[in-house]
């Protein structure tokens, strides 16, 4: 029997074992919408905007490693979807977005709605393709997943025109699928990887950086077991965090412009690096010339074009990290019994790290009267025994959270990372506490990043999705003011965001539950009532709007170059009263 | 450096979008490029004249194989090719210079294959010297238009050209 587009597309979508779909109707995509309606295997979330939900679509993703599913309009419902896309891209999350587009007999003449989505989305999606056959639409949503799952993970773009969904065909789900010009390496080069394990044996200040392919490629035992067969030191990036547990003896946390200082002096006095799913991103690196100056590099990567990009790699080796580390693995145990020699040997490196870890640990002072962020973040994790799926937006909030952050789990520390985009925590969240609905997810965000896709309260309320928000409000976009405060003498220029909006209030209106603390003493009640609550909360927290993230390296700078605190300078600035004659002068301050 | 990268792709809808695209997203420099059909005409070749250092050039090639529809890339600089380019030359001709317009076609080989009383068009295939060379020579007779092909190019053995990857592997 023939099936309409519309009905191939859900059946396609089942055989794929989609269980929930992202996504807001309109005029080309209603036949698909129908269809979804009159069915009970797939959910349907309802966004508030088309952007919500590309990252609630990556939330799910990131959270349960299988591909997010989106769908959404021609012209707008598309270009909505572009900042999901592109953050998916830069963080290799497997997401399959269904665009609709206008009947084929109209592409091209910029009908109503219409958007030149192929083209549009082209620089950031691994892949697209534009259904022009309804005969084709199972094979290519077949091949949509495979290259979106497969290989480095990415977004795959689907354009479906409108006459595509209607139109019939017979319905067949291709059983294997073959695309010719793509083909990952999984296995990794032998020769090159017992190279690398005579290089670990031999090193004597070797670090492991572990990025986030570590944690799409679920590598977290693998990296365990090498860094304690070989005794050697972990740091995880941004986007690695989770792959090796907080607590072990060998995890110095996370590294680069905001990392540990003692991470980052690591890395500077390594004589080698085994970089593991990660691609030397200048968050990481800081100033090219003067990275890792002793160091050789062993590069595990899927992705040839991460190797040598920016970096030189001595041994570079293509092929998936779990694999590459288990056959790296099988060398490391063969070292007849060194193990404690190794570990005699590499004492001096741990103690080394050891110190520069007391020297400079973190550390922000807590006093009586004003909030620090560090600390309702730090009490958060500590409340919930860092055991929850942390979710972030981006910014300080993001990297004191990255700071603190202890878990043991991969799939737990969810956040953007390469393009940086504000506004994806709390839709995130949404789509990660979607995914498991009775774990507890943490929603970290601030009133800057919070105000960029606020409009999802209703899809929490909605779909009583119990994220907990735990809304760092410094009044500031705080890490903008931070480089003004350090690169342009205090001058706030448009960064001060001021005491609008009421988020008690803003969080009543879509019927949840609103907690603000002011005070040092309110934050632990306001957290335990928050955890209590069975639905989603809100949870404001005001804290000092002019703490500053450190370490940090600032821009340009080498990664041994660390500024610790506050330079003198900045002291002296009454930077209090700079924002109080910006609240005078009109800005950010609720009307009387 | 100079290089000359053959690219087999996909003959479909937008390939070659994504290929330039990806030239001028990573500021890849462009020189020439030519597309046409390949025997099989599910795929196309695409050559792409391009400058930059060997860590540059390493990244294009990646980048170029990572794009889905990218079957096949090859450094042809790497082997041992030949490239050719067509140029379209059209002069004027003063009734004094069309003779000489002729003698200096016969040098090169090229041919005049179109004629109106005052322009002659000049047909010329060959590398990118012997083209460059003609032009400079039909300059004083007074160039109206020029259209030229970009270069395509073809490994020398008799055997098709190899990949980096299957050179490596021959090698080990």
């Known amino acids: 029997m023939k099936k309409t587009g519309a009905e191939i597309f859900l059946e396609s979508l089942k055989q794929e074992g989609v269980k929930v779909v992202f996504g807001i109707p309109g005029g080309v995509v209603l036949k698909i919408f129908d269809v979804l309606h009159q069915q009970k295997d797939l959910d349907v979330i309802l966004t508030r905007h088309e952007q919500g939900a590309a990252h609630m679509a990556e939330g799910y993703a990131k959270a349960t490693g299988k591909a997010g599913v989106v769908l959404v309009t021609s012209g707008p419902g598309m270009t909505n979807i572009v900042t999901g896309l592109a953050d998916a891209y830069m963080d290799s999350v497997p997401l399959v977005a269904f665009t609709g587009q206008v009947s084929t007999n109209l592409i091209g003449n910029d009908a109503f709605q219409e958007a030149d989505n192929i083209g549009i989305s082209r620089p950031c999606t691994k892949h697209n393709v534009l259904v022009k056959d309804v005969n084709d639409l199972a094979r290519t949503i077949k091949e949509a997943f495979y290259i979106a799952t497969t290989g480095r993970p990415g977004p795959v773009l689907v354009d479906i025109p409108k006459d595509v969904s209607t139109n019939k065909a017979d319905f067949k789900y291709p059983e294997k699928v073959q695309v010719r010009g793509y083909n990952p390496t999984y296995e990794g080069n032998k020769y090159q990887i017992k190279q690398a394990a005579e290089e670990i044996k031999t090193a004597k200040r070797p670090v492991i950086y572990v990025g986030g392919g570590a944690v799409f490629s679920d590598a977290a035992e693998e990296i365990r077991e090498v860094a304690e067969l070989a005794q050697v030191p972990v740091t995880m990036t941004l986007m690695g965090l989770g792959s090796f547990p907080g607590a072990h003896p060998l995890c110095m946390g996370m590294l680069g412009m905001h990392g540990g200082y003692w991470s980052n002096m690591a890395m500077h006095h390594a004589d080698l690096l085994i970089a593991v799913g990660a691609r030397f991103d200048d968050r990481v690196t800081g100033k090219l010339s003067d990275f890792c100056p002793d160091a050789r590099v062993i590069h595990i990567d899927i992705d040839p074009t991460s190797i040598k990009k920016n970096i030189h790699a001595h041994i570079p080796i293509v092929g998936d990290v779990k694999t590459v580390l288990r056959q790296l693995n099988v060398y490391l145990r063969a070292m007849d019994g060194k193990q404690s020699d190794l570990k005699e040997q590499r004492r001096p490196w741990r103690e080394q790290i050891e110190e520069w870890k007391r020297a400079h640990p973190l550390r922000y002072e807590q006093g009586a009267k004003v909030v620090k962020p560090q600390f309702v973040i730090e009490r958060v994790f500590e409340m919930t025994n860092h055991e929850g799926i942390v979710v972030t937006d981006v910014g300080q909030h993001q990297m004191w959270a990255a700071q603190y952050f202890r878990g043991a789990k991969p799939r737990t520390f969810i956040t953007s990372g390469g393009l940086g985009t504000m506004g994806f925590g709390f839709p995130a969240a949404l789509g990660a506490q979607k995914a498991y609905p009775d774990k507890l997810v943490l929603c970290i965000t601030s009133e800057g990043s919070f105000q960029m896709n606020p409009q999802e309260l209703a899809t929490a309320a909605i779909y009583k999705l119990p994220v907990k928000i735990v809304l760092i409000n410094n009044k500031f976009h705080g890490m903008v003011r931070q480089w003004q405060d350090l690169f342009y003498e205090s001058r706030y220029a448009s960064s001060y965001l001021g005491e609008i909006p009421d988020f008690v209030k803003l969080a009543e209106a879509y019927g949840i539950l609103g907690l603000r603390a002011l005070k040092p003493a309110e934050v632990e009640p306001v957290i335990r009532e928050g955890l209590k609550h069975r639905g989603p909360v809100l949870m404001d927290f005001h804290v000092d709007p002019f703490e500053n993230c450190y370490p940090m390296i600032p821009a340009g700078g080498a990664q041994h170059e660390m500024m610790l605190e506050d330079p003198p300078e900045l002291r002296k600035v009454d930077r209090s009263g700079l924002a109080k004659k910006k609240a005078e002068e009109g800005e950010g301050v609720l009307p009387a | ?172």
């Open chain 2, 1 to 172: 450096m100079e290089h000359i990268i053959s690219v087999q792709v996909e003959n479909k809808a937008g390939v070659l979008a994504r290929v330039a695209g990806l030239f001028s997203a990573r500021g890849y420099n462009i020189e020439s490029l030519s597309v046409a059909p390949t025997l099989d005409p599910t795929t196309s070749m695409i050559t792409i004249v391009t400058q930059g250092d060997d860590p540059v050039v390493e990244q294009i090639i990646k980048q170029l194989n990572k794009v889905i529809e990218v079957l096949k890339v090859v450094d042809l600089t790497e082997t041992n090719f030949l490239d050719r380019e067509t140029a379209l030359i059209k002069i004027h001709t003063r009734p004094e210079h069309r003779d000489e317009a002729i003698r200096i076609a016969d040098i090169f080989r090229a041919k005049i294959v179109d004629s109106s009383p005052t322009t002659y068009t000049v047909e010329v295939t060959g590398d990118v010297d012997k083209v460059e060379a003609l032009i400079n020579l039909l300059k004083p007779l007074g160039i109206k238009e020029i259209v030229r092909t970009g270069r395509v190019a073809i490994a020398r053995e008799a055997a098709k050209v190899q990949t980096r990857r299957e050179i490596q592997a021959a090698k080990a």
